[in-house]
């Protein structure tokens, strides 16, 4: 009897487990041999974070070998030879590339973006153990639409004086980033996931994200949603994190939201992320704020590395390297939470050099 009542709920679970899906926590190109990465250092204190990532990674063997490129922000266009090893890699690791502040210079990070069609952003902001914060159990993960928005690039002068900027919200890409964000959630046990929008004001841009986001929300009954103004989200940020899990956004609020909460939870210096597309990823410090550094840390050689150490750690689990990926996790949390070494932004005096050496001595 019991199994008459059983098969039913089984035949449930297989069906489940047989769909295809095609959108995972990271794509996986990888089939566990070494792997070649496209390393771009980029500006300021680029070349230094990505230089402790090349030892750490170097001492503890990981089966992974850059192909580094020269690329700074101020060039006209990504080098078509860059984009050319990342398309063949399908993996990159870059510093901070600074973008110039108006003069017609569109941004190297939003071009990488579009050319690679990479149209996730993943931010983990979460309180490391040992790093003392105003608020306590933070352990937000912001996925951000990465491709058109506010971040279109479709400006022009009407008149003299009077310049007008498109926002640009598509069905397509709403839906792709509101599967992403329940789709993450699904497969990393997360339970809630938060839209975050200003659509009672721009009632059709982000009134057309909210409509996809509820439409995909159907299909996952088991993860609750809900729905969150943008001033309002900002406002509960800094009062009560802890009740946020993942939250799905749109290109600029994904930015305000992921520095923000990267902030409460310890700091730019020491939140991971990465930008993936079906077949692409670029992984990077997660938050943007602070990652190219000011020119006083980068002649005192004291960039904070942990942000794209841990970056580096979601890279090697990307690339089916979970063992690796741990390993070195573990090593930066260990140095964390020891305490005896930190940079500046941490409250601490050491170098760069100093925190690599630290993480290499921990691992396992």
Do not use: W
């Amino acid at each position: 009897m019991a199994t008459t009542r059983s098969a039913p709920l089984l035949k449930h679970l297989l069906t489940r487990l047989n769909q295809a899906r095609s959108v995972t926590y990271m794509p996986r190109p990888g089939d566990g041999t070494p792997r070649a990465v496209t390393l771009i250092p980029g500006d300021g204190i680029g070349p230094l974070v990505t230089g402790a990532v090349e030892q750490v990674m170097e001492a503890m063997h990981a089966p992974v070998y850059f192909e580094k490129y020269d690329v700074h922000g101020d060039m006209k266009a990504v080098p078509a030879e860059v984009l050319e090893s990342v398309r063949k890699n399908k993996v990159c690791l870059k510093g901070g590339l600074a973008t110039p502040m108006g003069g017609g210079v569109s941004s190297l990070n939003v071009q990488l973006r579009k050319e690679l069609d990479l149209y996730a952003s993943l931010v983990n902001c979460f309180n490391l153990p040992g790093l003392p914060t105003r608020h306590e159990n933070v352990d937000i993960v912001v996925i951000r639409e990465n491709t058109e928005g506010e971040y279109s690039g479709l400006e022009h002068e009407v008149v003299p004086g009077v310049v007008e900027s498109l926002k640009v919200i598509t069905k397509f890409c709403s839906e792709r980033i509101a599967k992403y964000a329940f789709e993450y959630a699904y497969l990393n046990n997360r339970k809630k996931v938060t839209a975050v929008h200003k659509a009672n004001i721009m009632k059709l841009a982000d009134g057309l994200f909210l409509e996809s986001c509820r439409e995909v929300a159907t299909r996952y009954p088991g993860i609750k949603y809900n729905e969150i103004i943008v001033d309002n989200c900002c406002m509960q940020l800094v009062s009560k994190p802890e009740q946020f899990d993942v939250m799905v956004t749109p290109n600029l609020y994904g930015n305000l939201v992921a520095n923000t909460a990267a902030g409460i939870a310890g700091g730019t210096g020491v939140m991971p992320g990465g930008n993936v597309g079906a077949d692409h990823a670029v992984f990077e410090q997660g938050a943007s704020a602070g990652n190219v550094g000011n020119e006083k840390v980068v002649e005192q050689q004291k960039a904070n590395p942990v942000a794209l150490l841990l970056s580096s750690s979601m890279m090697l689990r990307h690339l089916q390297f979970p063992a690796f990926a741990d390993r070195l996790e573990t090593a930066v949390k260990k140095v964390i939470l020891e305490g005896k070494y930190r940079t500046k932004d941490l409250g601490g005096t050491s170098t760069t050099q100093e925190v690599a050496d630290a993480v290499i001595d921990a691992l396992d």
